[in-house]
C-alpha cells in the first residue's frame, strides 16, 4: 500500500510565476490536508478538503492561494504569483476519515518551494 | 488561541540513554494528542498518539504521558539510538477540529 505521494519534490520558481503542487493521499483515502513548514517551525495548517468539497480553509492566505481535490486525481494546491515569503516546504496528509480529533494523518514527503 | 509550545527546543543524549521530550498545550478542549518524528528532508512520521481519556500509552521503546490538570504531554523514547535522530513535533486536536495544531519542534541528537 504506497504512501501518501507528492510532487514535485523540489520545486523553484521566479518572483511572480505559478506554483502547482501535487497530492496523491493513500489508497482508500478520500480526506486531504495541506500544511506549510517554514525554516525551523511547525507545521502550520492551511487547508482541508475532501473529493469536490473544501472543508475548512481556515488556514489558507486570502489570496493568491487556492486547493482542490478533484472526483478523478490528485489534490492540487496553487500559488499564484508567488513571492519569496512563499518558500517552505509544503506537506500534505490523507486520512481515512475525517480527522475530528480521532483519526491519524499520514504525511508525505513534501514539496520544497523555492522562490527566486 | 489554540497553540502547541515545547519546553526545550534542543536535546542531546548519549546512545542509549533515554530521551524525554516536552510539550506543552493551552487548548483544554483538546482531546488527541499526537506526536511526530522527522527526519531532515522528510515528512512527519506518525510514532504514537494518546487520547484525553488516558494518561499513559506505550509502544515500542516509546511512552507517551498525558497530565491534563497541567496541560502537558511528554515523549519518553527508551534506549536511545542513532537512528533516533530527528526532530520531534507533538500534534493536539480536538473531536470537531479536523485540522492538527503543532508545536515548534525539538531537535534530539544522539552522542555516541
Known amino acids: 500500500n504506497a504512501g501518501v505521494m507528492q510532487n514535485p519534490r523540489h520545486l523553484v520558481r521566479r518572483r511572480g510565476q505559478e506554483a502547482r503542487l501535487r497530492c496523491s493521499p493513500m489508497k482508500g483515502h478520500s480526506h486531504v490536508y495541506w500544511y506549510r513548514q517554514l525554516p525551523e517551525e511547525g507545521l502550520k495548517f492551511m487547508v482541508y478538503?475532501?473529493?469536490?468539497?473544501?472543508?475548512?480553509e481556515s488556514g489558507m492566505p486570502k489570496e493568491r492561494f487556492s486547493a482542490e481535490f478533484p472526483k478523478e486525481g490528485p489534490s492540487i494546491l496553487r500559488i499564484q504569483q508567488v513571492v519569496r515569503g512563499d518558500s517552505a516546504a509544503y506537506f500534505c496528509a490523507s486520512s481515512p476519515r475525517g480527522t475530528g480529533g480521532l483519526y491519524e494523518q499520514y504525511f508525505g514527503p513534501g514539496t520544497r518551494l523555492t522562490v527566486t | 488561541g489554540e497553540s502547541v509550545g515545547l519546553h526545550l527546543p534542543t536535546l542531546s543524549v548519549q546512545e542509549g540513554d533515554n530521551s524525554i521530550i516536552n510539550c506543552a498545550y493551552s487548548?483544554?478542549?483538546?482531546?488527541?494528542f499526537i506526536w511526530y518524528k522527522q527526519e531532515s528532508g522528510k515528512g512527519p512520521q506518525f510514532i504514537i498518539d494518546?487520547?484525553?481519556?488516558?494518561d499513559k500509552r506505550q509502544g515500542q521503546r516509546v511512552t507517551v504521558l498525558l497530565n491534563k490538570t497541567v496541560k502537558h504531554l511528554s515523549l519518553q523514547i527508551a534506549a536511545t539510538q542513532p537512528g533516533d535522530s530527528a526532530v520531534y513535533f507533538c500534534?493536539?486536536?480536538?473531536?470537531?477540529?479536523?485540522?492538527?495544531?503543532f508545536g515548534q519542534g525539538t531537535r534530539l541528537t544522539i552522542n555516541p
Open positions: 478538503l475532501q473529493k469536490e468539497n473544501i472543508i475548512d
Open positions: 494518546i487520547r484525553s481519556n488516558m
Open positions: 487548548n483544554s478542549a483538546s482531546d488527541y
Open positions: 500534534a493536539e486536536t480536538f473531536q470537531g477540529a479536523q485540522k492538527l495544531v
